[in-house]
């Protein structure tokens, strides 16, 4: 049975994936394969690579908050809109934040998911 959410903090190189239940966490890391070559655009096309990485591990995921920094978010956002939009509904909060430890981006999207649910009327466990 998948986890029914997860919190992502990503940068441009790496990312950290979290998926948890009431009782459980599992978490997985994801880095950037950056292709050193002197083309032109080799960059963006291993961001692109990256970031598609980080979206097939989304999957069967039902509500993920993404975390991290202004800038990655971002760019995550507009890729997620422009190549992955199947994507877009699984994602129901985006958080800036700066290098949390694991215990603390737990903490976080735990908080946030609990607030979450109670605003959307559906019951959270105790």
Do not use: N
């Not at 966490?25 to 963006?44: C, F, I, R």
């Not at 979206?55 to 202004?70: E, F, K, N, S, Y």
């Not at 981006?105 to 109670?118: P, W």
Request: charge should be negative.
């Amino acid at each position: 049975m998948p986890f029914p959410h997860a919190v992502v903090w990503l940068d441009h190189h790496s990312a950290q994936l979290m998926q948890f239940d009431a009782e459980q966490l599992q978490s997985h890391k994801l880095q950037a394969h950056v292709h050193a070559t002197p083309q032109h655009g080799s960059e963006v096309r291993s961001e692109h690579e990256f970031f598609g990485q980080v979206c097939d591990a989304l999957a069967g995921i039902p509500q993920v908050l993404i975390t991290g920094g202004h800038t990655a978010q971002s760019d995550f956002r507009r890729y997620i809109d422009k190549h992955r939009p199947a994507v877009a509904p699984q994602i129901v909060a985006w958080e800036t934040v700066d290098h949390p430890s694991d215990g603390q981006l737990v903490a976080l999207a735990r908080k946030f998911f609990v607030q979450h649910e109670r605003m959307a009327g559906s019951p959270t466990p105790s």
